[in-house]
């Protein structure tokens, strides 16, 4: 093994250890919780970009879900493993070629839809997978990313700290545009949640929230 | 035979991995290690009907075990072993302290598969040469070695003879049965052909089924033996002969299956192994480049240890190995009787057995929804990767494994020691 593999394979594991000392600390945060609130006890689950697999963790401690997730990243994989969460290794970018047809309940997409190349792709794929999918991204519509851009400058807050030349996120979209791709997918939106720094937002949720979270229903779903 | 076990598929390996933990030649016990350890000859009288119809009358099985086997017996391992490996899993040869076992670096105190709190078996397959019986062994019929007599065999005798070695240690229920490639293959046949004895299933580096290309390389390796002179149609022990060129030419393409393209170009390249003057070739065939020294070398060494029909009979298991052929070619079929929980871990490099080939598995049991585990590792040794160190891949199998000991109840872990230490 060359130097640089061997020590980007043992800082795998080290963010895996990092990962695993910082989940016992942590409480679900807000959005991931509202995502839990919609998904039955007792259902299927995918999670597409699970992470450390804490919202798979939870579903399956509170709720008995039956969950499988999908995660790229070396250290994110591990860490999910030692939860004892089932994870695929794989790029989602190469799509749900390994589901079946409605093999699951819900799919969920956390906050990863905005950094895909083929958002229309994965978002039918997901429809293709489950009956509900859920997405979160974060929301462009958000009023001071207008007042930036009005200043001349590319928006960079919480949400998206990125400068525009390193930013992953490819595909940015405010809440009525995503109603819009929804709508021509044939994807019903069953439900919204927006939040603002962890808390959620009711009041002119297209301006002022910063993170949204769509529950939609595939059109292949059986009534 | 001697059993002198490589650490590794390919030596080759060895060259690349990082240090192995290497015996003390006084006989001091590395961290991590089991230590000192000696095989077990156990013999099973009742015989065994084969896939092909044969039957072997009786058989005894090589095995090294590690660990203790604790009251309720739930915590047993076991491990199957590749082409050339035996059931000297870890620790070192009692005889031999040198001789350190092929997967080491995975199974010990504190390591990923934990032998502080689980009892690993460590088994030789009938048919090999390393202590089991097998073609080389003395027929009880005719008080000469077997020879080309020894009946063929399946991935599911190896399985079936392994059921009876479960019985004589009283364990119903293995929590865990793994191995890589050919190794993994038997994992597979544990969860279809014993579904109710197997807790985990891994799976490391293995295919559903041989491709073309597989079956090609394997057919060559035979050929090779086959019609080396000395082999005198397998019966070479009665003519005081070893078909020793054939046996190293099939070890030599083996050798190449197991490493990557980029291993090999970054070990060996086009460098001359001692080039005539000025940098000249010699024009000639005799040894030119590196490569070919190495690989004559390897195929040379193996052939003063490997049993040539030993290796005939395994690479044949290897073809005939497809569960979803009675299934007509549908796999999640085959699988659909598994009841255990899988790990599946693949290689970017391997092209022997590529990640495809472990999709294919991890799609099967999807779409049954047996619960399965899967980690692509982006590791550049090719197939030979499943022996190595990489600790990615180390950190996913001890994480599995945590986890089989937590749904147990068994001890938390003491120490990590090995590659993640």
Redesign the interface.
Known sequence: ??ET??LS??D??RR?DEASNRATRQSLRPDLARIASWIDTNS?VLDLGCGDGTLLAHLRDKKSV?G?GVEFD?AR??SA??R?V?????NLEEGL????DQ?FDSVVLSQTLQAMHHTEHILREMARVARYGIVSFPNFGYWPHGFSILRGRMPVTGEMPYQWYDTPNIHLCTLRDFEALASKLGLRITDLATFNGGKEVKFLAGWRSTLAVYRFESPMAKP | MVPLHTSSETDASAAFAPAQPKADPRGAVPPGSVGLVSPSFIAFDEPLRLSSGQVLPRYELAVETYGTLNAQRNNAVLICHALNASHHVAGMSADNPKDVGWWDNMVGPGKAVDTDRFFVIGVNNIGSCFGSTGPASVNPDTGKPWGAAFPMLTVKDWVLAQVRLADHFGIEKFAAVMGGSLGGMQALGWAITCPQRIGHCIVIASTPRLSAQNIGFNEVARRAIISDPDFHGGDYYAHGTVPAKGLSVARMIGHITYLSDDDMAAKFGRTQRSPAQNGEYHYGYDVEFEVESYLRYQGEKFSTYFDANTYLLITRALDYFDPSRNHGGDLAKALEVATAEFLLVSFSTDWRFPPSRSREIVQALLKNQTPVTYAEIDAPHGHDAFLLEDPRYHAVVQGYYDRIAAQLGLPERQSVNGVLA
Do not use: H, P
């Open positions: 093994m060359s593999r061997r394979a043992r795998a594991v895996a299927r039956d499988a070396d994989v591990i493993v030692r004892g089932r994870v695929v290794q794989q070629a390994l589901f079946d093999q």
